[in-house]
């Protein structure tokens, strides 16, 4: 096996298994995505079939066969992802390489823990490839701008949270001294709960102030809450309009980073060259 540290090409085995797997741009490589996602689709519908009790009790075994088969299919896939790059634990620290594990982990983990093979939906995450796949660049750029746009508001909105959570703790507190536990504020975390589901404009109803000050209170987190959804909007799209790229479809034959400029000559994940 290579050495990691090397920056020597990948033997032809490995740079023929990377282009099939990583590549878009190739009959095989795109043959090869395509049947992934399909896979990928029918895995997720038969563990959503698997949670409805008839199906499961008429067909529990046939289920249970394919979610193993589809789980054996996408181990074998994620070890020929990591063989077939030159750094295999830059790609398993990326994001896709992360949610390759995920996508597995869950059936193993079921033979300890009852029910967790249902977290395989989490596979539907891998159906984001079908951007780079399909070749549909606009959709990679205006995905990409997304991105940078929450990535350069993570500031402002985590200081605009830390604002909201003072809130709801100060009119949760608020709303325990002047409904109670005569009624259903019964402590203060419940409040605090009362709180945030008011402020969210969301309102579910099983709590509600019975007092004309809670009401009034509650009346004005209410019309409060409409001008709080408003800011992080905001803050976001002014980001928008700042971001501008332009994304191509190559993989890196390093660590399988995708999404690089059009223009880039090095990988921006790991630097090697494109």
């Avoid at 540290?5 to 795109?30: C, Q, Y």
């Avoid at 038969?46 to 299919?73: C, H, K, M, N, Q």
């Avoid at 830390?162 to 009624?183: C, D, H, K, R, S």
């Amino acid at each position: 096996m290579i050495d990691q540290r090397s920056n020597k090409p990948l033997t032809p085995w490995r740079r023929m298994t990377h282009d099939i797997i990583f590549e878009a741009e190739t009959p095989a490589g795109r043959a090869f995505d395509i049947v992934l996602l399909i896979s990928i689709s029918l895995s997720v519908f038969v563990v959503i079939l698997d949670s409805v009790a008839s199906i499961r009790a008429a067909y529990g075994p046939l289920l249970d066969a394919l979610e193993w088969f589809f789980t054996l299919v996408f181990t074998v896939e994620y070890a020929m992802r990591l063989i077939s790059v030159r750094h295999p634990l830059r790609y398993a620290r990326s994001f896709f390489g992360v949610v390759d594990l995920l996508a597995i982990i869950p059936t193993y983990l079921s033979l300890f823990i009852l029910g967790s093979h249902y977290l395989i939906v989490v596979r539907l995450l891998r159906l984001l490839r079908i951007f780079r796949i399909l070749k549909l660049a606009e959709y990679l750029r205006e995905a990409k701008m997304l991105r940078r746009a929450l990535r350069s508001s993570q500031r402002k909105i985590s200081v605009f949270l830390l604002t909201i959570i003072t809130l709801t703790v100060i009119i949760g507190a608020m709303m325990y001294v002047i409904e109670g536990e005569a009624n259903g504020f019964t402590d203060i975390p419940t409040s605090i709960y009362w709180a945030i589901v008011t402020l969210s404009t969301v309102g579910y109803g099983d709590i509600s102030p019975k007092t004309p000050l809670g009401q009034m209170v509650a009346a004005i987190v209410m019309l409060l809450g409409y001008g709080i959804i408003a800011v992080p909007t905001g803050i976001v799209t002014v980001e928008l309009s700042r971001a501008r790229t332009s994304v191509s479809t190559r993989a890196c034959q390093s660590c399988g980073g995708a999404d690089h400029d059009d223009d880039a000559l090095y990988c921006k994940h790991c630097g090697e060259k494109l």
